[in-house]
């Protein structure tokens, strides 16, 4: 992907009647950097990608990051997000990292690909490569999974999530005895015929365990529909959702301010399901988490005398 940032894109400016600050813009010229080396890897290697959540919404509705969004989002069909991550750690250039709960302490379902490990780094980003942003900025990824139409394989599906769940919900509970905590994995090996070993992180294990649940089926096992799940790991399910499958069957270019990013050929379909109808509407003024997302990290620089980059005035 051809990456140039012109030389206004950082000014300040009202959008949707929403101040989107300098500091702010160099945060996004920074995601779509993070961005630009992920698209390069995917063409590699012939994976697919599109724009997710409110990337997606604002490629189609705004040609760029909606004003009050801080973050980017993107997602992949299994058999891509799978590849991907087979991948994507030796491709990365030095100051980019993988992290997911395979290799590093983010105990999520979902993976990034980020410029920084944890507020250690902050100080050391090559801020000349990332756009003049100080700060630790990420891209979040998301897998899209195929749906079983017959309601048996659904069942089934549920059933041994909702136990790799609540593996997950004993072993992150610091009260849990560890009686409990044997008897949840004895339950898992009893169903499941799987033996997760106490001798390693055992967390890690059930959230793999869990991801592969998800991921259990494919365009062999009678699916029709394809969809996002992930949210089950956060006792939220409204935001997960599925959808007939050719509307992932490929995908087609947007504007995205200064670049271009894919979008799913059925973008249409994937927004009115997660916003509704309307989704052409402006609802401004909100974020849907902490805003900026650099507001924790401003304030841990400011406390360790960590000056590059950053005006605190």
Not at 12 to 18: A, G, H, L, M, T
Not at 24 to 31: D, I, L, Q, T, V
Not at 120 to 148: E, K, R, V
Not at 254 to 264: A, R, S, T
Request: net charge negative; hydrophobic share 35%; glycine share 8%.
């Amino acid at each position: 992907m051809k990456f140039e940032v012109p030389e206004n894109f950082y000014k300040e400016e009202v959008r949707n009647d929403f101040l989107v600050t300098s500091e702010m813009k160099h945060c996004w010229a920074s995601e779509l950097k993070i961005l630009s080396v992920i698209d390069d890897i995917c063409q590699r290697h012939q994976i697919k990608y599109f724009a997710h959540f409110g990337t997606l919404l604002g490629a189609i509705r705004h040609k760029g990051f909606i004003p009050w969004d801080d973050d980017i989002d993107i997602a992949f069909m299994r058999e891509d997000y799978n590849k991907f991550q087979s991948v994507v750690s030796s491709e990365l250039p030095d100051g980019l990292y993988f992290r997911s709960f395979w290799n590093s302490d983010r105990m999520n379902i979902f993976p990034e690909v980020a410029n920084g490990n944890s507020y250690a780094d902050l100080g050391h980003i090559d801020t000349d490569y990332f756009c003049g942003c100080p700060y630790i900025t990420g891209i979040d990824i998301y897998p899209i999974d195929w749906m079983p139409d017959n309601p048996e394989s659904q069942k089934l599906q549920s059933r041994l999530l909702a136990l790799a769940l609540a593996g997950i919900g004993v072993w992150q509970q610091a009260k849990s005895s560890k009686q409990d905590r044997n008897d949840i994995l004895q339950k898992i090996k009893d169903v499941m015929g799987i033996e997760i070993d106490t001798s390693k992180d055992v967390l890690p294990q059930l959230y793999g365990l869990a991801d592969s649940i998800i991921g259990m089926y494919g365009a062999d096992d009678g699916c029709s529909r394809a969809g996002l799940q992930f949210n089950r790991f956060n006792g939220n399910t409204s935001a997960d959702y599925s959808i007939p499958i050719e509307n992932f069957e490929s995908v087609i270019y947007q504007p995205f301010e200064f670049i271009k990013i894919p979008v799913p050929v059925g973008y249409k379909a994937v927004l009115e399901e997660h916003y509704g109808d309307d989704y052409m509407t402006f609802h401004n003024g909100q974020a849907a988490h902490d805003y900026p997302f650099y507001g924790k990290q401003k304030k841990y620089m400011k406390k360790h005398h960590i000056k590059k980059g950053v005006d605190y005035e």
